[in-house]
Nanobody, 115 residues
Framework: QVQLVESGGGLVQPGGSLRLSCAAS????????MGWYRQAPGKQRELVAT???????NYADSVKGRFTISRDNAKNTVYLQMNSLKPEDTAVYYC?????????WGQGTQVTVSS
């Protein structure tokens, strides 16, 4: 059983930056593919970015060039650096860990982009 705890969310002005962190425990972190997803009010949860166990990354078109996902296997942590934030980035951001056939989710952290 893997536990995921997100942190780093908050209120930021348009154009600002935030870094989200997701600390994992209870499993062998390095074998998991990790990801960030988000869900805005009234919308479905959507993929933001993923990183495989060997460091390959993938991004939603809407965040390419602005967000960067990374992982530190020594700290059992995955990060999401978010730059040039827009109001449409406002959502609850969820951390995800996958190692077939298992999938785990964190509880989410709120990101609000507003002036």
């Amino acid at each position: 059983q893997v536990q995921l705890v997100e942190s780093g969310g908050g209120l930021v002005q348009p154009g600002g930056s935030l870094r989200l962190s997701c600390a994992a425990s209870g499993g062998i972190f390095r074998i998991y593919a990790m990801g960030w997803y988000r869900q805005a009010p009234g919308k479905q949860r959507e993929l933001v970015a993923t990183i495989t166990s060997d460091g390959r990354t993938n991004y939603a078109d809407s965040v390419k060039g602005r967000f960067t996902i990374s992982r530190d296997n020594a700290k059992n942590t995955v990060y999401l650096q978010m730059n040039s934030l827009k109001p449409e980035d406002t959502a609850v951001y969820y951390c995800n860990a996958k190692s077939s056939p298992y999938t785990y989710w964190g509880q989410g952290t709120q990101v609000t982009v507003s002036s």
